[in-house]
């Protein structure tokens, strides 16, 4: 999803905080694993459900959260989606004040380039924030402006959100008419500038064509495995495995399309993990949330602005099967800080080894942003 949600985000709650074993236990991952992983999630966001308005400096209690869920790394969406004339305008805007976020805050933050600030953020007990776009209407036909994003620290471009835009068509599009001749010469700029291509919310065709197309390994940072569930946001069997045949990463969020009544539980979220690890395998498997660290109240305040959220993605032509006035992206047995920590757990019950854990908290995309962007 876009910036512009985020702000539905406030008043949340954290869980209590869970308990900590000083050693492994079975069925559980070790303490001492999950402390040293790096732990990125490739397409979150960032914002403090308990500052005070128009105090720049984020809070000491979303801050000990944010230490306490042991996340290491966030992919921050910073372009406005859609096929809106100020998209571009937005976008700047938008980045000028995440910068400014960090800039409040450097104690805590840092914006991440490169493998090795993630790296070095993880040593110096910082959250590390990398900028993504989700679709390419903040360029459109002019490629010149992908040098510009990328000089202002934008490290990952998905070509489409859902509709079709002049790259190609998104996962919405009836026609599914696949990459437009902009859409690759779009991608080959894209990595001609070191940025890691995304193909989340794309058609079916237009996932297909682009990663024959790229010459790097893309990746599709936050979707779901359609085999389980037939929405559009999900993507096809053939395609995953095409992609992690390419060296690609695919992430699974923590979304409403996991199940087919937009009401996911733990187990659903735990099925399509498996699926994703059956489909491409361990090194090719990862986490993109798509949403926010902190667990969500859901109340009055917060159900006015869902509906009023829903209905602007309505406007604009994007909202998905599965969405709706009263469905919260999110899977209510993980919504809290700790949703990794809890996720390693259950994964590690189910049989799953330490070190394919530790790949998929962080380190194939820490390989995959090694391999797009440099160390």
């Known amino acids: 999803m876009h910036l512009s949600k985020r702000a539905l985000m406030g008043g949340m709650l954290a869980l209590p905080a869970l308990s900590r074993l000083a050693a492994a236990v079975p069925g559980r991952y070790a303490d001492r694993d999950y402390d040293k992983a790096i732990v990125i999630d490739g397409l979150g966001g960032l914002a403090d459900p308990y500052g005070k308005e128009g105090d720049p400096r984020f809070s000491p209690r979303a801050w000990a959260e944010l230490k306490q869920s042991g996340v290491t790394a966030i992919h921050c969406t910073v372009n406005e989606v859609g096929n809106d004339p100020d998209v571009a305008e937005k976008t700047l805007r938008n980045i000028s004040s ?8 450097t104690d805590m933050f840092c914006r991440a380039t490169s493998a090795a600030d993630i790296r070095a953020a993880k040593a110096a007990g910082k959250v590390a924030l990398f900028y993504g776009f989700q679709d390419t209407s903040a360029i459109g036909a002019d490629l010149s402006r992908i040098e510009l994003y990328h000089g202002l620290g934008v490290r990952i471009i998905q070509l489409t959100y859902n509709k079709r835009n002049l790259s190609g068509d998104g996962s919405l599009e009836a026609a599914n008419a696949g990459l437009s001749d ?20 794309g058609g079916q065709r237009t996932v297909a064509e682009a990663i024959a197309h790229a010459k790097r390994p893309p990746i599709i940072s936050h979707s779901g495995c359609r085999a389980l569930n037939d929405n559009p946001r999900n993507i096809p069997d053939a395609e995953m495995k095409a992609l992690a045949d390419k060296g690609g990463v695919f992430g699974i969020y923590y979304m409403p399309f996991l199940a087919a009544n937009s009401k996911p539980t733990r187990e659903d979220l735990l099925r399509h993990f498996e699926h994703a690890l059956q489909v491409c395998g361990e090194d090719h498997i990862a986490i993109g949330t798509d949403g926010m660290i902190f667990k969500t109240v859901i109340d009055d305040a917060a159900r006015a602005a869902q509906r009023k959220f829903y209905e602007e993605r309505v406007r604009k032509g994007i909202a998905a099967p599965g969405e709706g006035p009263d469905v919260f992206n999110i899977v209510a047995d ?12 259950d994964l590690a019950a189910r049989g ?23 160390a």
């Open 182 to 201: 902009l859409g690759r010469r779009t991608i080959e700029a894209i990595e001609a500038h070191r940025i890691l291509l995304d193909l989340s919310h």
């Open 352 to 374: 799953w080894p330490a070190a394919r854990i530790e790949k998929l908290l962080g380190g194939n995309l820490m390989r995959l942003y090694r391999e797009a962007w440099g």
């Open 334 to 345: 993980y919504d809290s800080n700790m949703r990794f920590r809890m996720l390693a757990d």
């Open 98 to 105: 995440l910068e400014q976020a960090i800039t409040d805050n």
